[in-house]
């Protein structure tokens, strides 16, 4: 199925804007659009693998001049009579591979790995609950996933490494509770992720395996204690077990940028952080809409592509300024991940949908500030990664 | 790991703040702990808004540059570890000019880390034996070829960890008396030094005078005449001694009797043995062995193994004709024919309606009569909406829906109802803001509408696969962890009141379900599980689950479990169900065929909470199971794409069922306009009235029944 692209689709429409901006106090509905130019069709294609988590499916799309495309869907996991919900994506340094968490097993997740274009099921390993958010080492070729345990009792829980050559387990450290959000240095030397119960973020090292340091990320005055599940997205529940600290439930960290700076979304907390990796500390604290989930930033290390998972829309921030300069619905409900194209120009985000409809991966002008493209997928779109192909 | 090689004080340093920080043994296994946790003020102070860090950064080192041509060494590249053993790998870069490069960070790990550990300074610790391979590397710099995500440079080192030393080995088992004349079996318990029994050792056995008792070179005794011998078993350097008498055997003639001279395949005949001295005495522990010999009928070409008898004298035949059972002991023997003749029990299976369904896949069922004396039946559906359909099935030819529930859910995979008929749960899983549990809803008025109750989700957000509903409770698993029981006298607001979860390592639930107050649970590589919550007289209750007991068997399939009496016995049995795909196939594709499935129900007998024993199965070949329903000593099982699979297990039960033509019928439930068209793939059955209803993934509910053969007399094959 090939979805003609519009490349002039209504501007933010001013009435969806209103009602988003309306979810948040005054003070905080941001400036004009800085929209720069009208959009402007891609001149090459962009390729993407999106997990669709109630599908048991991974989509890989294609986005370019003649528009946006499904490919192709390659169904995963191992058990067809259960969901097993893939979750989090990624693709190794050079694009030859691509990696899968499925989320459920008996009782463990496990990881995938197949090959890019050809999509063949190369090998699997068992890591630990939930796996979630993962990220390969250019470096090493280590992987490293978050084993979220979403659904347990809080409890503490790991992170794995496995070797991706022979897919095996090789450490599994503990770093607190429901970790999600896995990414590392270009170096690959260090991990960075956030614990979503703990309210902090942690950073591995990522060859040696072992936590180095930790930094506890404070809630703003008058935020509600009390932490809500991964992913709800209507109401910040109290759970039992939740810990005594502010509801930051920080869910996702973005890479390091070249001067060491971390951006985390906190999904409870409303906010997003900026981390000077160099001091360790937060350095600044930009307030959102409800429930920041997932984030990416540009290759100009400038812009901020945001999913506000509770409000439904997305935001783009301008990180030299600290503000956010445009905020878009979405064409469903429940943003979940975002990435960048490598020139910058496009932010690929994906909508997970309400019960049986359809997963959609959105594709937004990031110069234009507007919505590009859409395309259905499967249930519950999640994960997703581009693929540079080359 | 990592060991940085730089100079020996700072590498030394380096090690020492690892192991302070891991507090870890050496080999740090499972996970490791945290390098350093936030104290008080780090929180106060963010709460304050004023987030500080908790410890400061390690300082950064300079790398080396690694020139092209550089190589990792590392010393040994093999080696070999007794358990226990300790040894360290020096590792080391080289350039191309031979020199050492120092300050390279060097990254170990062990690729079995539970048989053998390494840690940063590339210090080994084996635990277990085996073959295993520990990695060197040396990452590449950023800057380096990035069209592959791996090292720089990575050296491979082979570890071999030979089992360890047997520490003992016994001889057990060993009966009261020896007769000379006789066989005996000898069994032998092997330990080594890590106190793990050992099945995996060669154990020879030896006499002292083999003119009394020989081993026989297969793992058996020929005791030969009367006299004293030392009996020797070896295992390695372990050896073990045990004089034994060997004493005149007394029996002068052997007798046996069957419990039935007549019967058919299937049926199991119970045969006794027994060896009587020259004044008619029973002669104690006379070692007995059955053997089976037999002419199967002469209709019944090239059969096969036709027959069975186990050691307990349980005889069962799959194939009609006449049997020799034969009792030895030593020179004695003893014989007594069985006759067998088909078992007959065959009977067609005819479509009577169908619930069609086909544009999503459907799950479970539930049959029940209505407060108003109308049949009816809910059904859940499958990666799908959230939709449970409620159908009036009052007349099995006419299948009607009536109505349809939507809960934010993806698959409402489990359906069950009270059994007052007024209350139905059915679980969700995949809801959009990941909630999950189950929901109540009142099926008292169908006619009038299926209304929700409530909603319950409290720690049941992972996702809650399977229900059931027994005397006012609800048995909820919970994100495939432990079962929750929550109570439902009022439906209107359920409220927790125990839960039950395993403590084994790596523990997963699948199914629940409850008959008189115990449940029992299936676990996959756990088996069934039994647990009186209130019916097995052990103290159990829905808020104090007691574990009964449980039966695991190798394969680790377990995914449905069905307990029964057998009406025609008194006889308690399990019958577990498998599930699996080994076939590599996923096959959701609705335009391509549907996967493969393996697997069979195992019948457990379990008498004895504490001593089940697996006894037979029911295994159709190239298909697998999913789930079952037994009543009036009739299985009916859905066998995925074996369709619907109806069984004789009335009886005592030993052996393959399915090869001694217990098969009552099977149908395949094709529909050219499912889902999937003509590919059965069927969910799950129950008997109700008298109709048999099914789900099938493809095309929703079917109904079905039993019905005499047209010609009673036409044979599909050959007779049993």
């Known amino acids: 199925m090939r979805v003609p692209t519009s490349w002039l689709p209504p501007r933010a429409a001013p009435a969806a804007f209103v009602t988003a901006a309306a979810l948040v106090p005054a003070a905080l509905v941001p400036g004009p659009v800085r929209a720069e130019t009208d959009p402007v069709p891609p001149s090459r294609e962009y390729h993407a693998y999106v997990c669709a988590e109630s599908e048991d499916e991974v989509a890989l799309i294609r986005f370019g001049p003649s528009g946006i495309e499904l490919l192709k869907t390659i169904t995963v996991g191992s058990f067809p009579a259960e969901i097993e919900g893939p979750h989090g994506i990624n693709i190794s340094a050079g694009g030859r591979h691509w990696y899968v968490s499925i989320a459920h097993g008996t009782p463990f997740g496990s990881i995938h790995k197949y090959e890019t274009g050809t999509d063949e099921w190369l090998g699997d390993v068992k890591v630990g609950m939930f796996p979630a958010t993962l990220d390969i080492a250019a470096t090493t070729g280590l992987l490293f996933v978050v084993n979220s345990d979403f659904y347990g009792d809080h409890v503490p829980s790991t992170i794995s490494v496995v070797e991706t050559s022979s897919m095996t387990e090789i450490a599994q450290l503990a770093t607190g509770t429901m970790p999600h959000g896995a990414r590392l240095s270009r170096d690959g030397r260090k991990l960075y992720s956030v614990n979503m119960m703990d309210d902090e973020l942690v950073e591995v090292d990522a060859l040696r395996f072992e936590v180095r340091r930790r930094l506890k990320l404070g809630a703003k005055p008058g935020a509600s204690a009390a932490h809500g599940d991964h992913g709800d997205h209507q109401t910040a529940a109290s759970h039992g077990g939740a810990h005594a600290g502010g509801a930051v439930e920080p869910s996702w960290v973005t890479p390091p940028t070249a001067d060491g700076l971390l951006y985390i979304t906190a999904l409870s907390g409303n906010a997003i952080y900026e981390i000077d990796t160099g001091e360790w500390k937060v350095t600044r604290r930009f307030d959102t809409p409800a429930g920041p989930y997932n984030a990416a930033v540009g290759p100009d290390e400038r812009l901020l592509v945001v999913t506000y998972k509770k409000s439904d829309s997305i935001g783009f921030w301008d990180l030299e300024a600290g503000s956010e300069v445009a905020r878009l619905a979405t064409t469903r409900r429940i943003p979940h991940g975002v990435a960048i194209t490598s020139d910058g120009r496009f932010s690929l985000v994906t909508v997970e949908g309400i019960g049986g409809e359809p997963g959609v991966v959105e594709v937004y002008d990031n110069g234009a500030l507007r919505r590009v493209a859409r395309i259905d997928i499967g249930k519950q779109a999640g994960g997703i990664a581009l693929w540079e192909a080359n | 790991m990592i060991m940085n090689r730089t100079c020996p004080p700072l590498r030394l340093a380096l090690l020492v703040a690892f192991v302070l920080s891991v507090a870890l043994p050496l080999a740090a296994q499972e996970p490791a702990e945290p390098a350093a946790v936030e104290d008080e003020q ?663 029944r039993l019905k005499d053969p047209d010609d009673p007399n036409r044979i599909i094959g050959e007779p049993h």
Do not use: C
């Open chain 2, 42 to 704: 780090a929180d106060e102070t963010a709460a304050d808004g004023e987030e500080q860090a908790d410890e400061t950064e390690a300082e950064e080192e300079e790398k080396p540059p690694i020139p092209p041509g550089a190589e990792l060494e590392v010393s040994p590249t093999e080696l070999t570890l007794e358990v226990g053993d300790k040894a360290t790998l020096t590792a080391s870069v080289v350039g191309d000019d031979g020199e050492t490069i120092e300050g390279v960070d060097i990254v170990f790990f062990s690729r079995n880390r539970r048989r053998l550990g390494v840690n940063p300074a590339g210090e080994l610790e084996a635990h277990g034996p085996g073959e295993v391979t520990v990695i060197a590397l040396v990452p590449k710099e950023v800057e380096d070829e990035p069209r592959r995500a791996e090292a720089l440079l990575r050296v491979e080192v082979e570890v071999t960890i030979p089992n360890p030393p047997v520490e003992s080995v016994e001889i057990v088992d060993l009966p009261g008396a020896f007769y000379a004349g006789t066989h005996l079996p000898l069994h032998a318990r092997v330990v080594d030094i890590t106190d793990v029994v050992r099945d995996n050792v060669d154990v020879t056995y030896s006499s002292s005078d083999t003119g009394v008792a020989a081993p026989d070179g297969f793992g058996g005794l020929d005791l030969v005449a009367p006299g004293q011998t030392t009996l020797t078993a070896t295992a390695e350097d372990a050896s073990y001694q045990v004089e034994i008498a060997v004493a005149p055997n007394p029996t002068e003639r052997l007798e046996v009797t069957a419990s039935a001279d007549n019967a058919r395949t299937g049926d199991v005949v119970r045969f006794e043995a027994v060896g009587l001295d020259r004044d008619g005495d029973a002669v104690d522990d006379l070692p007995i062995r059955f053997l089976v010999a037999g002419t199967p009928s002469a209709r019944i070409l090239a059969p096969g193994a036709a027959a069975q008898i186990e050691q307990d004298g349980a005889f069962v035949a799959e194939r009609s004709g006449i049997y020799t059972v034969t009792a030895v002991a030593g020179n004695h023997s003893a014989s007594h024919p069985v006759r067998i003749t088909p078992r007959h029990v065959n009977k067609d299976i005819e479509f009577v309606g169908q619930g069609k369904v086909s544009d999503r896949r459907t799950s479970d069922l539930w049959v029940w009569e209505g407060t108003d004396g109308n049949d009816y039946a809910i059904t859940g559906t499958w990666g799908a909406e959230g939709h449970a359909y409620v159908w009036d099935v009052t007349n099995p030819e006419s299948i009607v829906l009536i109505d349809a529930v939507r809960v934010d859910a993806r698959t409402v995979n489990d359906v069950k109802v009270s059994e007052d008929g007024r209350v139905a749960v059915i679980s969700r899983e995949g809801a959009s803001n990941r909630k999950n549990g189950f929901v109540v809803l009142d099926v008292s008025e169908p006619q009038v509408g299926v209304r929700i109750l409530s909603r319950f989700d409290d720690q049941l957000r992972g996702g809650v696969h399977n229900v059931f509903i027994h005397d006012e409770h609800v048995y909820a698993l919970s994100n495939g962890r432990r079962f929750d029981v929550i109570s439902i006298e009022d439906p209107t607001q359920p409220y927790r009141v125990g839960r039950f979860e395993l403590e084994t390592p790596g523990h997963s639930i699948h199914d629940v379900w409850v008959v008189d107050g115990v449940a029992f649970t299936s676990n996959w590589d756990d088996g069934v599980v039994a647990i009186d919550v209130g019916g097995a007289g052990m103290g159990g209750a829905p808020n104090n689950p007691v574990q009964l007991g449980s039966y695991a068997y190798p394969s680790g399939w377990n995914h449905a479990a069905y307990p029964y009496r057998s009406e025609s016995t008194g006889k308690f049995y399990v019958f577990a169900g498998d599930e699996a795909f080994p076939y590599g196939e996923l096959g959701r594709d609705p335009r391509a065929a549907p996967p493969r499935a393996a697997g069979w129900i195992h019948v457990i007998s379990w008498d004895d909470w504490e001593n089940p024993r697996e006894v037979a199965r029911y295994q159709v070949p190239e298909a697998g199971t999913h789930n079952l329903w037994i009543e009036d000593d009739i299985m009916y099982v859905a066998y995925y794409n074996g369709g619907l699979r109806v069984v004789d297990v009335s009886g005592e039960l030993r052996g393959d069922l399915y090869r001694q033509g217990r098969e009552i019928g099977m149908f395949m439930p094709f529909d050219p306009d499912a889902l999937v068209p003509n590919a059965p793939f069927v969910w799950g059955p129950q008997p109700y009235k008298e109709h048999i209803f099914f789900s099938d993934w493809h095309s929703g509910l079917w109904a079905v």
